[in-house]
């Protein structure tokens, strides 16, 4: 309960941290403008010290008496999300859900149980109304029998409501709505977003019931949310993708059960989020013939091995100081290898504008595009196509030789799987576990630096 006395303290949006006095600059995470003003109860044990320990009552103990069972799974029928969670919901665990608004995290979170009516579920909102989720379901489809709608967002009663039902599964959409009385600020404020976090988190320890938290970001990161939540929660899940588009991208980028850095590819259909269990398809549009400006990289996001298109745009700078804009790519890494078109194969990009996109949406961080945004731009810039069934395998250096990636092999192999004909690849690769079976129609063109690059590549037809 709340106390007669409080205090006002500085919280940063962004990491979370606390300050008795207002600040420029957030200390601890070095944000700029980023303190927002908040009273606390004081006098009172806080309620998130004591989360760590689940289960009051606990006593040291040797490690060799810890039961080291494997976790139990709950499969949620949904091969994309099992998938990326490491092979399915560990039991007790609080998996956030974070992203931009109408991205789909509402869908995913609700399309989950439905398509497991065998797990019974809390479906707690605190965003929309009853109505609203029934009319979402009815979109959906699927089966609503075991799946239970709370309109609630005071914390204390939807725990007292979960305990007393004790689902399979519970789904709290979102963090910003809830709000619990031990703590004096508004909802979505940081001090209430950790409380709420921390109850769910005591619950589903107590329990085993594993929580399924959803979390807003705005494109600015300002309103308090998932960046704090992230070292409370088990596993946080990120939805990306423009929400125009109809490519949803969910990556896990933490997770205490399985591996971080796993994608999965959804797509935003009229009746929810249908998995696409084969990226590539939706990245490399088929041309019939090649168009300039456009080269397909072998990347690896995570574990898995897909083809993106890269499309590059070179023109004259209308203004005096040419522009350099990319999406999905690091923009430092462009005007790097721009500067390594330039000074190591004497290609005068310097007076040109420069675009660079990947498609779909993708924020791709493998340094094995390189090679393939190098071609792009190379490729607009003489306007000369590069044919459609030939991708890219390559890191570039600063002195312009092409270096091999990590698992050249399982590129090549998905690159022949989809029909390309020709990948290029470092001169430096060793392509050891490859056979002539994985191959298939596959040529692999080994090439050791930039100029090479240009010489196979845009060698006049004879
Ligand atoms: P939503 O899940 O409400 O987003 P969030 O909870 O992340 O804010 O997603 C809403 C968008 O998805 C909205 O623009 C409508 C669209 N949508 C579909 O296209 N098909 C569907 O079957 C559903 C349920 C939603
Ligand atoms: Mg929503």
């Not at 039902?165 to 963090?175: G, I």
């Not at 796993?262 to 009229?270: D, H, I, N, R, S």
């Not at 190098?374 to 890191?395: H, Q, T, Y």
Request: net charge negative; charged share 20%.
């Amino acid at each position: 309960m709340a106390t007669s006395k409080t205090k006002t303290v500085w919280f940063c949006k962004a990491c979370g941290n606390e300050s008795p006095k207002w600040m420029g600059r957030c200390p601890a995470c070095g944000e700029w403008n980023t303190m927002v003003e908040e009273t606390v109860a004081t006098g009172k044990k806080n309620a998130s010290a004591a989360v760590s320990v689940p289960g009051s009552g606990h006593k040291p103990m040797p490690l060799s008496h810890i039961d080291s069972s494997v976790e139990n799974r709950i499969s949620l029928n949904n091969g994309e999300v099992d998938r990326i969670l490491g092979g399915g919901l560990v039991e007790g665990s609080l998996v956030l859900i974070g992203g931009e608004p109408g991205i789909g995290k509402s869908t995913l979170s609700l399309q989950i149980p439905l398509h497991c009516p065998q797990l019974k579920t809390l479906y707690v909102t605190g965003e929309e109304s009853a109505k609203q989720v029934k009319l979402r379901a009815a979109r959906i489809g699927g089966d609503d029998s075991n799946c239970m709608i709370y309109s609630e967002t005071l914390m204390e009663n939807i725990i007292a409501e979960a305990r007393a039902m004790m689902p399979d599964l519970m789904v709290v959409d979102s963090v910003q709505t809830m709000f619990s009385q031990n703590v004096e600020s508004s909802p979505g404020s940081v001090t209430q977003i950790k409380e709420t976090a921390a109850m769910l988190l005591r619950f589903a320890k107590e329990t085993g019931v594993p929580v399924i938290l959803i979390g807003h970001i705005t494109k600015e990161g300002s309103i308090a949310g998932p960046k704090i939540l992230e070292h409370i929660v088990d596993v946080v899940l990120q939805f990306e993708g423009d929400n125009r588009g109809t490519y949803r991208l969910l990556r896990s980028i933490k997770n205490r059960f399985g591996s971080t850095s796993e994608l999965a590819v959804f797509e935003m259909t009229g009746k929810g989020l249908r998995e696409v269990s084969n990226p590539s398809e939706m990245l490399i549009p088929m041309h019939e013939e090649g168009l300039s400006g456009v080269a397909v990289s072998a990347m690896l996001d995570g574990t898995r091995p897909f083809l993106i298109e890269v499309q590059s745009l070179v023109s004259s700078a209308a203004y005096g100081t040419p522009q350099r804009s990319a999406t999905g790519f690091d923009v430092r890494r462009l005007n790097m290898l721009l500067a390594v078109l330039e000074k190591r194969a004497g290609f005068k990009l310097g007076v040109k504008d420069v675009f660079l996109n990947m498609a779909g949406g993708l924020k791709v961080s493998d340094p094995a595009c390189d090679l393939a945004v190098v071609s792009a731009v190379l490729s607009s810039n003489f306007d000369f196509a590069i044919p459609a069934d030939v991708c890219f395998a390559g890191e570039i250096g600063l002195s312009g030789e092409i270096r091999p990636v990590a698992q050249t092999e399982r590129r090549i192999i998905e690159a022949a799987r989809l029909g390309f004909r020709k990948v290029f690849v470092s001169g430096f690769s060793s392509l050891e576990g490859l056979s002539d079976m994985d191959m298939g129609n596959i040529e692999v063109v080994k090439v050791g630096d930039v100029p090479a690059l240009c010489r196979t590549l845009f060698k006049p037809e004879d």
